[in-house]
C-alpha cells in the first residue's frame, strides 16, 4: 500500500517575478586585473573602487552602452565599483595601490521606476580575488 502525497501549490517567488531563467542573464567575467583605489563611505553605502588594469573581458559589457554598469570611464580608463558586503564575503584585506585578478558574476536587471524602464547589470558574486 502506498501513501498519498498531499499535493502542494507552487511556491511563490518572493520577489513576485517571473521563475525563469532567461530573465535573469549572468556574465561570468575571468582574469580581471585591477588595482585597488579606495573605501568610498556615503549615504548609499560603502563601495571599494579599483581601477581596471585591462579591460579587455569586460569588453562585452563595456559595449552595451544602454546599460546602467558599475563600470565607467574616466580620462581613457576604466574603474570598477563594488558593494562592500561582496569584498567581505571574500576574507581578504586589500590593500591601496595593489593589483589584485578577479573573477567575477555579473547579474542583469531590469524594472521599471516611475514609468522608467531601468536595465543594467550589477556585480553578485566575487568568485575569486587573488
Known amino acids: 500500500m502506498t501513501k498519498n502525497k498531499k499535493h502542494q501549490p507552487p511556491k511563490e517567488n518572493s520577489t513576485n517575478m517571473p521563475n525563469n531563467n532567461k530573465d535573469k542573464e549572468i556574465k561570468q567575467i575571468k582574469d580581471l586585473k585591477v588595482k585597488y583605489l579606495s573605501l568610498k563611505e556615503n549615504q548609499y553605502g560603502n563601495n571599494h573602487m579599483f581601477a581596471v588594469v585591462d579591460e579587455t573581458p569586460l569588453k ?8 546602467k554598469m558599475p563600470i565607467w570611464e574616466y580620462n581613457e580608463k576604466y574603474y570598477l565599483k563594488i558593494k562592500s558586503e561582496k569584498v567581505k564575503d571574500t576574507s581578504l584585506e586589500l590593500q591601496k595601490d595593489v593589483p589584485y585578478i578577479m573573477d567575477l558574476t555579473f547579474s542583469k536587471y531590469d524594472f521599471q521606476k516611475g514609468g522608467e524602464q531601468i536595465k543594467g547589470y550589477t556585480i553578485s558574486e566575487i568568485n575569486k580575488i587573488s
Open 60 to 67: 562585452e559589457l563595456l559595449e552595451m552602452t544602454d546599460m
